[in-house]
């Protein structure tokens, strides 16, 4: 290969993204190569800002590169561009800008979901990305407490007659909880609930928007049907703790949206051990593995492990998540990691490559 702009891009087509498992030339990842003398730039445009696999591209690509003769500096810009999924036509549709759905689902209560689907988006957003945050739970709204916007209230754009979101930690919320008082309940029939989770999707003002985090309430039932009818989904994100009735109310909610044909973009498992401080012990109080023996059982990719710690929940109460008040903490590192998985199977999704099943990262 000589040193020129076609013997660079010949030598970039050595360099194979591990997960869509084509080069980065083929994908379109590579842009704006030069060569100047001895000196070659050119850009790499990840498919996410959270890949997990960043530092590997970028290394192979230098190594690539390095092996045609007369080399010298090499100089790598490292960007982001996320896709929606192809087919989906979301853009076109009555979510104009919104690139991919990322549904954040349970089959019961009090496994955390919320508080995963807080520091989901607030990780994704750290990253660069541009997200949004959909409380899709009418009748318990948490997500206003758990990032802090309790009093908040959601404008409206009186010329597209649109609701404007809240905006906290670099994240686009909405939720029931800004249109009541925090003590009033909703007594709603399913029809209504619907009405309202398509309100929550079409009458929002999301803007361009790379990840839009939509947090479920527990179960099987309107809200999941709704928003699975409703509008594309890239895929659905399950919660579970470690515990074998857990996992078996895991695979009912997984079961139900293959039957509406959304992708499982993967398992998390939820207060998954305990690290005492004191006597440097981990202990797991609710077993441990439940979520990694789904994964395999039903061929998903397990997307990591989130540790019970009272930090979280603190942090949840005072309306500041984990990896925003506590961003170098081993939790926070969890929450990253998970948050790296799940973009990382919305970039395989996207592109229709094969899934690599069972996958934990972190």
């Known amino acids: 290969m000589e040193l020129n702009e076609t013997g660079v891009i010949e030598a970039l087509r050595t360099v194979k993204d591990p997960d869509l498992h084509k080069d980065l030339v083929t994908l379109n990842m590579i842009k704006d190569v030069s060569v100047d003398g001895n000196r070659v ?13 960043k530092a590997k591209i970028e290394a192979d690509c230098r190594q690539a590169v390095s092996a045609i003769e007369g080399v010298g500096e090499i100089e790598i810009k490292m960007t982001a561009n996320v896709r929606a999924r192809e087919g989906h036509g979301i853009q076109q549709s009555a979510l104009p800008g919104v690139r991919n759905i990322i549904a954040v689902a349970s089959g019961k209560g009090g496994v955390g979901k919320s508080t995963v689907s807080a520091n989901l988006a607030c990780a994704l957003a750290q990253t660069g990305a541009r997200v949004g945050l959909l409380d899709a739970d009418i009748y318990g709204p948490s997500i206003p407490l758990i990032m802090g916007a309790e009093d908040a209230q959601v404008g409206v754009d009186e010329i597209k007659q649109q609701i404007l979101p809240v905006e906290r930690y670099g994240v686009k919320i909405v939720s029931m909880g800004f249109l009541q008082k925090a003590t009033a309940a ?20 999301w803007g361009e928007t790379d990840y839009l985090v939509v947090d479920l309430p527990p179960g099987t039932g309107d809200a999941q049907l709704t928003l699975a009818q409703a509008i594309p989904l890239t895929g659905a994100v399950i919660v579970m703790t470690p515990q074998d009735v857990a996992a078996s109310v895991a695979i009912k909610a997984i079961a139900m949206f293959r039957r509406l044909d959304v ?7 939820n207060m998954s051990y305990f690290f005492c401080p004191t006597c440097n012990t981990r202990h797991d109080i609710f077993s441990h593995g439940g979520g990694s023996e789904a994964a395999i059982a039903l061929d998903v990719p397990f997307l ?11 942090e949840a109460d005072e309306g500041t998540p984990t990896v925003v008040i506590s961003p170098d903490s081993n939790q926070a590192l969890a929450f990253r990691n998970v948050s790296e998985a799940v973009a990382q199977q919305v970039s395989i999704f996207v592109r229709r490559a094969p899934i690599p099943l069972n996958m934990a990262v972190g």
Request: charged share 20%.
């Open 41 to 53: 730039s050119f850009t790499v445009e990840l498919t996410t800002p959270a890949c997990p696999l």
């Open 186 to 205: 909703v007594i709603w029939r399913g029809p209504m609930v619907s009405k309202a989770i398509q309100q929550f999707l079409r009458d929002v003002q």
């Open 263 to 269: 992708p499982i973009l993967g398992i998390v498992e």
């Open 304 to 314: 990591g492990e989130i540790p019970l710690d009272s930090q979280i929940r603190a």
